[in-house]
């Protein structure tokens, strides 16, 4: 039996470093699991110099990528570098070279990850990638392992810490964004350049993720409707709140019969929901399955050790599928070609937030309006405003196709009696009676 498993490190930030000491703090656990030692063999660094939080000899440290992914020792590589093309280039490398491959590259998978996982079937190796979604939750592997047998209808996700603990501190705290981004910032839940948490656009690679997974269908990122928080107003939230709902950056991947639709929005949830507790920088994924009903898995969405542990329990995986000898055989292809559901197949209810001008007969055009596209109203909530010249409606409709409630977006824009439409949310879930 092999007495020791090597593995090559690609970047050595934050969670690189998170790996390495959970390797070292966990060897008594590793070996009892596995049968053997791991090591890590070598490690791609960017400054050979560098001060490390763990401790390492010069002579596992390398600027050279050939040394890792060329290194005959070597069983593994798990890459936490970042980036796209060339972490891309360096996995299709490891896989050539038959090196079974982990990542935590979200940005990766969303946008190759069909094309690397068809290479490592080839070649005969596993790739996982766990820590991509969702940090410490291991969600990827509840898909495709713990929910085999179901037939997964609808994937809800609170996917982006940043995202949440903003919206977390606009709510309960009646703050505004641009303040609370500052305080994100400063504490390293959010970027010095935010643009792809707030936007949106970190959730949408990771809802494509999981849509892909938990739909056998190659979701690619350009499929994914994407609206981020920045225009989010603590006058929304506040209406949200007294309408029963507490807004969320969420992702959506939804299936009805053979096509399905996935969006990433600011979207009002009821107050009793579990996605509506979810609060700060965690991170939580609410999944519906024909068979086993409705499940939710919470818990930290990012972080060192959060993160590491995803990507240590990726690497056990790996490592037991060698001493069995089946390696690359948990690559599955997607069963389904893709087919996206149109605007006139996509239902839900929306929250809508309009200035219009107090006048007699202001209600009766928008109703006529609202009539004319088939939207029917569930709540209506109206304060006056500037002294009785305006009136600030807030409306959550019934389940209406997006294309009928885009429609009505587009005429109000036109109405004389419409001042201004201030905003639009998608609302998901069902109040208790």
Do not use: W
């Amino acid at each position: 039996m092999t007495k020791q498993m090597n593995i090559g490190l690609l970047g050595f930030g934050t969670v690189g470093t998170g790996v390495l000491q959970i390797i070292q703090d966990h060897q008594d656990k590793l070996a009892h699991q596995l049968g053997c030692g791991v090591s890590i063999k070598k490690i791609l660094v960017n400054d050979l110099n560098k001060e490390r939080q763990v401790k390492v000899t010069p002579e596992q440290l390398t600027l050279d990528p050939q040394e890792v992914l060329d290194n005959p020792d070597i069983d593994v590589i798990v890459e936490v570098m970042g980036g796209i093309e060339d972490a891309r280039s360096y996995i299709r490398h490891a896989l050539e070279n038959g090196k079974h491959v982990i990542t935590a590259n979200k940005d990766l998978m969303a946008v190759h990850g069909s094309e690397l996982l068809q290479l490592a079937d080839k070649q005969g190796c596993d790739l996982f990638y766990e820590a991509s979604v969702a940090g410490g939750i291991p969600i990827l592997r509840t898909l495709v392992e713990g929910l085999a047998s179901d037939r997964i209808t609808k994937i809800m996700g609170i996917v982006n810490g940043t995202t949440n603990y903003i919206l977390t501190k606009m709510t309960k705290e009646g703050r505004l964004f641009d303040e609370v981004l500052q305080e994100a910032q400063a504490l390293g839940y959010a970027e010095s350049d935010p643009t792809a948490d707030v936007e949106g656009l970190d959730a949408a690679r990771k809802i494509s993720i999981l849509g892909t997974l938990g739909f056998s269908m190659n979701l690619d990122l350009d499929d994914v409707s994407v609206k981020g928080i920045t225009k989010v107003t603590t006058q929304d939230l506040n209406y949200a709140d007294q309408l029963g709902y507490t807004m969320k950056l969420v992702g959506i991947a939804n299936r009805s019969g053979d096509k399905v639709e996935v969006s990433v929005q600011p979207t009002l949830i009821p107050h009793e929901h579990p996605l509506a507790s979810v609060d700060d920088e965690y991170n939580a994924v609410y999944v519906y399955g024909e068979a086993v009903g409705e499940t939710m898995f919470y818990g930290p969405g990012a972080g060192q050790l959060p993160t590491a542990t995803a990507i240590v329990s990726d690497l056990v995986e790996v490592l037991k599928n060698k001493r069995l000898g089946v390696n690359g055989n948990s690559v599955v292809i997607p069963q389904f070609n893709k087919k996206l559901q149109t605007d006139d197949e996509i239902f839900s209810k929306y929250f809508l937030r309009i200035h219009a001008k107090d006048v007699p007969g202001t209600f009766s055009v928008l109703t006529t309006l609202f009539d004319e596209q088939g939207v029917s109203l569930e709540k209506i909530l109206q304060v006056p405003l500037n002294q009785g010249k305006l009136a600030e409606i807030i409306l959550v409709t019934h389940a209406v196709t997006k294309k009928n409630y885009e429609t009505v977006i587009e005429k109000l824009n036109d109405i004389d009696v419409v001042v201004e439409v201030k905003s639009s949310y998608r609302v998901e879930g069902e109040m208790k009676k």
